[in-house]
């Protein structure tokens, strides 16, 4: 006797059941099946829905005009605005670097502001820093030394608290040579002003005392907030707010904080608009540019950095200008400072009783995020915690349930093919994005500085429309292996929670480690990622424990009757939109016995299929917020750095990177329902695709709101000729500079050639020998710009057998800054000068003796300043507020260590002096070089100094 087959077939058949004749679903039920069911049309529809609200969630979070509010109109708030507004357009009026006319003018008038505001206080008094903070500095990253004087600004409201750590309020009142520093830091400036309206016409003295720091010279050397701390107000400030602008427009956002304790207390703020992001490029030195944040958390202060950070190509250039901004960009920098000091100014704050020490609060970092007017901040301890419990109870949650499924119920089937169908496909489509990104690079590499985001989409449609082909394309080759019970998209959903997973364990170490330079703040959200991706998986798991196992399966196909409504359905790739149909039994004719393998399990796969919904569950969790936290924080950082592509090819590849991850990233919520979207979308991938293409062939990467950004100074050589000048313009490569500068009418009419040579980092110096002088004061050449007097050299040396002595005067009219390099020639890493001397303005006589000067920096009797430091410095930066007062030198070097290959010039140290001027003019007209260019280039190109002045002359002189 034969043994009857196993497997589904043979129970089908020995079960023989009876199957009652279907009427069919009424209308209703159509209805909600044709919306709610894992249809291609419903899962499209969904992703319509998830793609336009993401996006218009994140153009509000992200727009001023629709996230902040004006005060109301009569209100204080808007008596301080509407004070602060006038005080930015007197602060922008005049291009105002350090130690220019300008410079003079906004002192003055913010001096005249602050009397005005504290005449009538009793416990508010101002002061300056003219006559204590005179003196060389120490040395800073370079080895070199910096002389500077000083001109801040301070206002001092005590609190009727004096035990409480007082806060700090800084920004900068200086502009570059080539800028109205409108953002940069003229909304700053004008927000102190407004903060410091609010305390002495509000009439309430805070609990905490508050400090202004109104510092000048931030732009080459963060040299107020450096000053401030030889101020005794310094003394017992602990707490501070910067308020800076490293970019031009937008919402001001919080760019980084010392420490969690002190970033806790933003959560006051009203309009709270930051990123952790931001703290981590600026940690790992992504972002180039400093703030005086950089000084105050140096000096042990807790706070926080908040600046405008867009659009980088206009700032720092003669656009950023009143005309710029906006009385509700100001209003977003100043309800950010009032809202952040004055809950801290008047009240004890949880972090005043247990001060932290500098060392320690390096350790006590913090990631956070903004989103729609609400702020969330966690510890990075707390965090690694999280982490930690995250990575160990998900994988052990879904082992558990997997171990269900596979030995227990055995109704999920995971097939070899189905496995390695997402691994592929995403290496694949990511070796495929490197080639399109490859093409875009070659067409116009500088297309993220216009349309950051269009690339993005451009990369995102092509990953999308070849994942699409691949996932589907798979199926189709392997579709005689088909398995009936399988679940694609829970598949594909693990496997991007496992490498969610490895990326936890790697953020997490890093965490865990924490430090500047070796940042991981901005990978707080991988920790709400990995949640959310692992809590979709662990539904979709719980749905196989809840169906029938392998021996109920059988008997639950035939009886569609028993098939509950919320169970899991069954889906395949690349399966059609048809109208589900009840289970029609085989006929006689048609038994499942006498069909072939694929046949049968086609009729099995449409006997599994179930009107279940929980699929749109799944949706929710696995697509809606990680695309939106991927959209709006890729938005962020590339608005943030898409502009820095002008400054070399190392932030050209970052972007290209940058934009390839933001588009992944987009993609890979979606991935897992890939093969089940609607050929429209596939459609309209493709169209974007094309329109992309377009754009990158066909859009020119400058224009009036994105320009192109170039770099000036007219510079001399007295060691060269003392009449011949050079426009030096730096730029990156492939800009095409010497044609614009051949445009200009002077060289034309010289038939000079404009030559350019290549830098580093794929940068250009494009020059051309200058017939327009600069006209700063009335001179016959160069040589009335600068020349050097040598009072003092080695020959005269009264110590031979010691330290070498020199003295120089450099003589300069109209000059703030001056810069000394030493040039030893010297083949070795010794640095041969150890002691620099500043004199006063009386006249010395005698040589100081190297042995009464202490190491490091000093005052002596005659009110000289003296640095010394045994291991030598490269150079000095000199920095003075008297234009036309000359700098008094001197130096002691050590002798055999400048040239071992020279025995005769052993003992000489030459000097390489360059000077900077500054002064421009109301129209550019002191510098008609610059002015030209100005007016002659296209109006795409906006300009900027290049280095610390507009025109600098440089000398050698031998000691």
Known sequence: MTEPEEGPSASIISKKPTIKKSTGPNVFVRFIRSIFGYRKTSLSFFVFLTVTAVYLLSTYDNSLELSVSLPEIGSFEDDILQESWYNLQKIGEFKHPYGSKGNKVVYNHLKAEIQSSVKHSKYIEWDNDLNNTNFLFGKDTYGSVSYYESNNLYVRINGSRSDLPAILISAHYDSVPSSFGITDDGAGIASMLGLLKYYTDGGKQPLRTIVFNFNNNEEFGLYGAQTFFSHPWSEGVKYFINLEGTGQGGKAILFRGTDYGILNHYKSVRYPYASSLFQQAFNGRLIHSETDYKVYFANGLRGIDVAFYKPRDIYHTGEDSIRRTSKKALWHMLSTALDFVE????????????????????????????????????????????????????????????????????????????????????????????????????????????????????????????????????????????????????????????????????????????????????????????????????????????????????????????????????????????????????????????????????????????????????????????????????????????????????????????SQIVAITLILPVYPFIFKVNRFLVWVSLILIIQGFFTVFFTFPFDTENPMKLRFIQSANLSESVTDSYVHVLARTGLEVENILGDMPSVKESGESVECKPLDNDMVDCYYKSTKPPVIFKAKDFSDYLSVEVLKNSSDNDYPFGLLNGEIKINVKDNNMCKINFNTGSKKKELPVKTIIKYNDKPINTTIASSSIPEGFSVDKDGNYLYKDLNGMPGIELNKLKANVPYHIGFQWLPNLIDDYNPEASNILKLDITCYWTELGDDNSLVPAYQEVNHYSPKYVTWANQASGMVSVSTSVEL
């Open 343 to 658: 809950p801290i100014s008047n009240n004890e704050i949880d972090i005043d009783s247990s001060y932290i020490e500098k060392d320690e609060v390096k350790q006590e970092y913090a990631t956070y995020v903004s989103f729609l007017n609400f702020f969330f901040i966690t510890s990075v301890p707390k965090l690694v915690i999280i982490n930690i419990a995250l990575l160990v109870i998900v994988p052990v949650t879904i082992m558990f349930l997997l171990t269900i499924i596979f030995c227990y119920k055995q109704n999920w089937k995971l097939g070899f093919v189905n496995s390695i169908k997402f691994p592929i496909s995403l290496v694949v489509s990511i070796l495929a994005l490197n080639f399109v990104t490859e093409i875009i690079v070659g067409i116009d590499e500088f297309l993220p500085n216009s349309k950051p985001m269009n690339v993005v989409v451009l990369l995102a449609s092509t990953f999308f429309f070849i994942n699409y082909l691949l996932l589907n394309g798979i199926n189709l080759i392997f579709r005689n292996y088909k398995i009936v019970q399988h679940d694609e998209k829970l598949i594909v959903a693990l496997q991007i929670s496992f490498v969610y997973w490895v990326l936890l364990i790697i953020t997490t170490v890093g965490l865990a480690n924490n430090k500047p330079g070796n940042d991981h703040t901005g990978k707080g959200l991988l920790t709400v990622l990995y949640a959310i991706q692992s809590i979709g998986c662990i539904w979709g798991l719980l749905g196989w424990c809840f169906r029938p196992s392998k021996k109920d399966l059988e008997y639950e196909l035939l009886d569609s009757s028993r098939t509950p409504l919320l169970v899991q359905q069954v889906e395949e790739y690349g399966a059609e939109d048809t109208e589900e149909t009840q289970f029609q039994p085989p006929s006689d004719s048609t038994s499942l016995i006498s069909m072939d393998s694929y046949t049968a399990r086609k009729k099995l796969n449409l006997i599994a299929k179930t009107f279940s919904y929980d699929w749109s569950i799944q949706y929710l969790m696995l697509v809606p917020i990680p695309l939106l936290i991927f959209y709006n924080n890729g938005y962020l950082i590339l608005q943030g750095l898409n502009k820095s592509i002008q400054e070399s090819v190392v932030s050209q590849n970052l972007i290209f990177k940058l």
